[in-house]
């Protein structure tokens, strides 16, 4: 392990934590990923391993079976499996933003219900909001739950990006309900959706066409999900009651900011490692080209911008365990750690030279992953909205 990524103040557990999920990284993960990832298959055997070490329930409260750890070190986790696969970081993260919304913002009835299961990995969560013509105007979400005679819900509408769309099998779905508000958003409302895994019919009136191909992002299932007159209890309404959807939801995608900014910071320090090994390897007139001053420079920017990726995770992290509002500080870490991502991925790139064209080497599969995370819960342009506003807030004149 190198000099980068050190986090001051662990604890002995947290330590103990990620040493074993580092170990798991190099022996499971990495020696695989290739193979798996051209081959755009789940990986099964990687999550089993996952559950085993106690990832899916690391955050959930250890009344419920979990580990009852915090946000920072779930973010430490996904910084070291990112390294080794950012898909695999995808899985435990939309499972681990619908246990989060269990834990805030659920009933007793319904955190009793789900979090013993999906501590273990039994029970695999899924987030949706998106649909395919709104894109981050959440205000605008069509998909409807309309009420029936014997207080139950139906809902019809398309869904779409649902990440563990077929693996998972519970749902945490939001859509539009009439609560007769002047505000759009208090006319949103989260379901517990729950279907069986896989795809096709996987509920009465619930459907899960196939799995989206996309450029990178391999072996997760994107996909989107379509309900046509899908019948639902009011008690699987996330808390009980109805219009509160969008708050629950956003308080769910501000953690999920940070799992994102962790993911960056993962990949860069992967793509780091690459391009600083074969910089050592590969000569050109007569040295290492690690001792040309171009390279020279390019590995000293990777290494900056990935301290301070990851020192900004950290921030957001802690200052969310802390109990404090931490919308800016998650979206300045998912912002500026995807961005930065980009950029060190494509200087381990440059540094590969025509070799990182090569599928034959790592560097091109990271290439065409990094991208992701520049749109993921909330695009570079959102992100900066958001830290725009929350700046003029705390400076208003």
């Not at 798996?36 to 250890?62: A, C, M, N, S």
């Not at 074969?278 to 420079?297: D, M, N």
């Amino acid at each position: 392990m190198g000099r980068l990524m050190q986090t001051e103040g662990l604890s002995d557990v947290q330590v103990e934590i990620l040493a074993l999920v580092r170990g798991f990284v190099d022996k499971e993960i990495l020696p695989v990923v290739g193979d798996l990832e051209r081959q755009d298959h789940y990986p099964t055997e990687i999550v089993e391993g996952l559950k085993k070490l106690g990832v899916f329930g690391l955050t959930i409260p250890e009344q419920y079976g979990g580990l009852g750890e915090s946000l920072l070190t779930y973010a430490l986790v996904v910084e070291e499996i990112s390294r080794g696969w950012m898909s695999v970081s995808g899985v435990i993260n939309t499972h681990f933003i619908v246990a989060y919304l269990l834990m805030q913002h659920g009933t007793e009835a319904q955190r009793a219900r789900y979090l013993p299961g999906m501590a273990v990995g039994e029970i695999r969560g899924a987030f949706s909001m998106s649909e395919p013509g709104l894109g981050s105007d959440v205000a605008a979400i069509r998909t409807a739950a309309t009420v029936q005679a014997d207080g139950s819900y139906a809902i019809s509408g398309q869904k779409m990006w649902l990440t563990n769309g077929a693996s998972a099998n519970l749902v945490a779905t939001l859509v539009r309900t009439d609560e007769g508000s002047a505000s759009a958003y208090r006319n949103l409302t989260t379901f517990l959706v729950e279907k069986e895994p896989g795809f096709g019919e996987v509920a009465p009136g619930l459907t899960i066409p196939g799995k989206i191909e996309k450029m990178g992002y391999k072996g997760v299932d994107t996909t989107e999900m379509l309900l046509d007159d899908f019948r639902i209890g009011a008690g699987q309404i996330l808390g009980g009651a109805p219009g509160r959807g969008f708050y629950q939801m956003m308080d769910g995608v501000e953690v999920g900011r940070v799992n994102v900014a962790a993911r960056a910071a993962g990949l860069a320090n992967r793509a780091f490692e690459l391009g600083i090994k074969y910089a050592q390897q590969r000569e050109t007139f007569g040295k290492p080209i690690s001792e040309h001053q171009a390279v020279l420079f390019r590995i000293a920017e990777m290494a900056t911008k990935i301290e301070a990726a990851h020192a900004m995770v950290v921030n957001a992290a802690r200052k969310k365990d802390a109990g404090q509002r931490n919308d800016l500080e998650a979206g300045m870490a998912k912002y500026l750690a995807a961005e930065y991502c980009k950029e060190v991925v494509e200087a381990a790139f440059r540094i590969h030279g025509g070799y990182g064209y090569s599928k034959e080497f790592e560097i091109e599969r990271l290439y065409r992953e990094a991208p992701m995370l520049l749109i993921g819960e909330g695009t570079a342009d959102i992100q900066r909205m958001i830290i725009g506003r929350r700046l003029l807030e705390d400076y208003r004149i």
